[in-house]
């Protein structure tokens, strides 16, 4: 198990990796595993990059984010200019049901509602989102229609993980109650604890994802 002051050198070497990340600009703490970013960023999607390098890196309990956006003056947007764009970019991705997707902006922070038919569907939606410029935070507040699931849902979602890279795929359990899977058991990264919950939501169907598992080092 790596020691507190090995995590800060690992995630602040993870951070310096990241081409989209300036990491002279984030501070890293570390407490029982717990990593802490703090600084400033030019933008919303910098913040995120910052926050997903952190989490790649092995050893990693939990995250917390006290990075702020704070946009130059080239940057900033009007509320409107960003809806806009946000509409704009949501009608351009051909993935997406046209109309399905609202958008309000307040102070720059984006919330998506609305309904699709899958996770996938969401998760483009708020990727896309997060890259415009202007954005200082995003809301995904999108659902998923409900599809019946049968019986077959739960061994369906254990074929998954077990087709994954994911080591000893027969330690995560699930769990199916009506449109709801909930994992639980043990995972050795980040990248395999994603991997089970995106195996989840690959199943149509699925409104919520309820994510137990533990991390083991």
Do not use: C
């Amino acid at each position: 198990m790596k020691t507190d002051s090995q995590l800060q050198q690992d995630v602040s070497a993870e951070l310096k990796w990241e081409p989209s990340v300036h990491a002279t600009q984030i501070g890293v703490e570390v407490k029982d595993g717990v990593v802490t970013l703090a600084g400033e960023v030019g933008s919303f999607w910098e913040k995120w990059n910052a926050q997903s390098a952190a989490q790649r890196v092995a050893g990693v309990k939990a995250l917390s984010s006290e990075i702020t956006v704070r946009l130059s003056g080239l940057s900033k947007r009007t509320d409107t200019d960003i809806a806009e764009a946000v509409e704009n970019r949501l009608e351009w991705t051909s993935s997406l049901p046209s109309g399905a997707i609202k958008v309000m902006v307040e102070a720059g922070w984006v919330t998506l509602t609305g309904d699709v038919d899958w996770q996938y569907q969401r998760q483009v939606a708020t990727d896309s989102v997060r890259q415009l410029l202007g954005v200082t935070g995003v809301s995904d507040q999108i659902g998923i229609k409900h599809s019946l699931l049968g019986a077959v849902v739960q061994s369906d979602i254990e074929a998954a993980l077990k087709r994954t890279s994911i080591s000893e795929a027969n330690k995560i359990s699930v769990r199916v109650e009506g449109s709801a899977v909930t994992l639980s058991g043990t995972v050795h990264s980040w990248n395999e604890r994603d991997t089970a919950t995106n195996s989840a939501w690959g199943t149509p169907g699925v409104r919520t994802v309820v994510d137990l598992m533990t991390l083991a080092h």
